[in-house]
């Protein structure tokens, strides 16, 4: 793949883009940013109210409406406009108008461009809508395991539940949990040198300092506090409700009798950790 052309970005703004992975304390970074964003802006770095879903901390207009022009289709939370092009000229309306010199935009969203059909028209899409930013793509990554148990846990809040773990990990994307297909992507598109991967492994302030490090933004806040935006059910609650919310489904449903041949989930599995290993 060849990657696209850019200037020295000596004369634009340069624009941060979060995006995620799922799973890796994104909502705990949008929630600080949104309520850090008159600090954030004294220093330097504008987190723009253009491109959030309502009062939301989440740039998910900028995230979703792009990727559903590509296929992707919206999760039921979203209760946002599909105005693609309305939604970019605001946020590019707004950011023109901010004294920062630094725009920082999170949405773990941007991930399903590089999960649909044609990653690489979506992606390309998205370098084309903000060519005129300096643009710095942040990737957090997770080790596989951690990220399917958790997105498991997740999924099992919704209202139909999951499948048994096996076999909700036997069909899921093995790209999502491998994570290098996102990276190789964008990275394509944008330039290696403009991915920033970091590791998902701390908590509370410790993860925040991580992020706002990752962008060079100085000072980094002091302090202890937990910040968690997401709680994770724990197993036995997860357990139950996934059994109730499938009791409606049948049996063999709601337990391990449908799973099939296990060489196709230790094949998978060999997938995955061979593609994680290369990041």
């Known amino acids: 793949m060849t990657e696209l052309a850019f200037s020295d970005g000596s004369d ?34 504008h987190y723009p109210t253009a491109g959030r879903t309502g009062a939301g901390t989440n740039h998910a207009d900028l995230s979703i409406t792009l990727a559903a022009k590509h296929g992707f289709k919206p999760p039921p939370w979203y209760q946002g406009t599909t105005e693609i ?15 920062q010199e630094n725009v920082l935009i999170s949405s773990e969203e941007f991930i399903q461009l590089a999960l649909g059909q044609d990653p690489k028209a979506a992606i390309t899409e998205l370098h084309n809508r903000l060519d005129q930013f300096d643009v710095r793509i942040l990737l957090y990554i997770r080790e596989p395991m951690a990220l399917l148990k958790s997105w498991y846990n997740e999924v099992n809040k919704g209202p139909h ?33 403009r991915i920033i991967v970091r590791s998902y492994k701390y908590t509370g302030m410790d993860h925040i300092r991580g992020f706002l490090d990752a962008i060079n933004y100085a000072p980094l806040p002091t302090g202890s506090d937990m910040i968690s935006a997401q709680e994770a059910q724990d197993l036995r609650t997860l357990e139950l409700e996934r059994v109730a919310k499938k009791r409606a489904y049948g049996y063999d449903q709601a337990t391990l009798s449908q799973f099939g041949d296990i060489k196709l989930l230790a094949k998978k599995v060999r997938q995955i950790n061979f593609r994680f290993a290369k990041l």
């Open 12 to 45: 634009m703004k340069t624009l941060y883009i979060h995006i995620g992975h799922y799973k890796t304390g994104s909502s705990a970074i949008q929630k600080y940013c949104a309520d850090s964003a008159t600090l954030l802006d004294q220093n330097g770095y």
């Open 85 to 99: 092009d309305a939604i970019y000229a605001a946020f590019t309306a707004e950011v023109a108008a901010a004294s």
């Open 161 to 193: 539940g999951t499948r048994t773990f096996p076999v909700f990990f036997k069909n899921l994307n093995t790209d999502f949990l491998a994570q290098w297909k996102t990276y190789r992507l964008f990275a394509s598109v944008f330039g290696a040198k």
